[in-house]
């Protein structure tokens, strides 16, 4: 069956580390993926997008790669502040439908 | 930048009763429309997809008759869930898209009570 999973528990860093979160999916073959912030009570922002004749791809203090092969995506966030603390959540779509189907999303949370 | 709006943010009901929810793409023509549902702790499940002026296309496990879906312009699409119940409360979120640029709604918190 088709999963994508994102890390299962929340994620803890002191500010000015680099947090890195995964998401890994099975039985798909996406043509993009994306990540996005959701703070509670509201819908998901979209922070990167990632196609998948990409290796990497970055904003800012944002950085994501996109390994097809590994089917995993990983998202870092450099230099992390506690305004960072959001749940991120990794989305896969193909290109024929542009149908986006999300993963189980991460706690982010940035301790000053 | 492109603003999708909901409306209502939040609705209060009593079950048995039937809410509906609208979703504008304010400043593009939304193709596609898109509807997910939250529940608490967990993530967006796509409930539906509909393209202006057809039926829309429904995820399995989800009552099309239960969630009624129109799309009849390219800026709006609306939601409604008929005959709610306590279960159905969660968290709706639309997504507007054309062929290269997608929005989400800011979501519409549905409680039955």
């Not at chain 2, 023509?29 to 702790?41: I, V």
């Amino acid at each position: 069956s088709q999963k994508i999973e994102q890390n299962s528990e929340a994620l803890n860093i002191q500010e000015g580390k680099t947090a890195t979160l995964t998401c890994n999916y099975t039985n798909y073959s996406p043509a993009y993926l994306q990540w996005y912030r959701q703070d509670p009570g509201r819908g998901p922002v979209f922070l990167l997008l990632i196609r998948e004749n990409e290796k990497e791809k970055r904003k800012e203090r944002l950085k994501v790669t996109f390994d097809t092969t590994l089917k995993q995506s990983l998202f870092h966030i450099t230099a992390s502040q506690p305004a960072d603390s959001a749940t991120y959540l990794c989305a896969l779509a193909s290109g024929a439908t542009n149908k986006l189907i999300f993963g189980t999303g991460t706690l982010l949370a940035v301790q000053p | 930048g492109a603003v999708v709006s909901q409306h209502p943010s939040w609705v209060i009901c009593k079950s048995g009763t039937s809410v509906k929810i609208e979703c504008r793409s304010l400043d593009f023509q939304a193709t596609t429309m898109f509807w997910y549902r939250q529940f608490p702790k967990q993530s967006l499940m796509l409930m539906a997809t509909s393209n202006e002026g057809s039926k829309a296309t429904y995820e399995q496990g989800v009552e099309k008759d239960k969630f009624l879906i129109n799309h009849a312009s390219l800026t709006l699409s609306t939601l409604t869930v008929t005959s709610a119940h306590p279960e159905d409360s969660s968290f709706y979120i639309c997504r507007a898209a054309t062929y290269n640029e997608q929005f989400f709604g800011p979501g519409t918190r549905l409680t039955v009570l």
